[in-house]
């Protein structure tokens, strides 16, 4: 099961943000709301070694950095990988 973490962001600093979570390497995927409706989402693949360190593209990050001077305010929503629990007796 995913773990969801939300936290309200300035629209100036919506880009810096997805790209910290992004960076961290634990989400799997981004959504970005405005007053609880649905921007977007942002699909991430963790810790695949073949992309390159979770990086987002940079038109992708343009089209964030023109929708973050657009709002005031919003909240960005992340799906973390939630850590396999270990059972007793295995490796």
């Known amino acids: 099961m995913a773990k969801k973490e939300k936290m309200v962001v300035p629209g100036n600093r919506l880009e810096e943000a997805v790209k910290e979570l992004a ?3 634990d989400a799997r995927k981004i959504c970005v709301l405005n007053e609880e409706k649905h921007l977007f989402d942002i699909p991430l693949t ?3 070694p073949a992309s390159p360190a979770n990086a987002i593209e940079a038109p992708v ?3 964030i950095r023109a929708i973050g ?3 005031n ?3 960005v929503e992340v799906q973390k990988i ?3 629990k ?3 007796g295995t490796v």
């Open 23 to 25: 960076q961290r390497g």
């Open 46 to 48: 963790p810790n695949d």
């Open 61 to 63: 990050l343009a089209a």
């Open 69 to 71: 001077s657009l709002l």
């Open 73 to 75: 305010e919003c909240t």
């Open 82 to 84: 939630a850590k396999p």
């Open 86 to 88: 270990k059972v007793k």
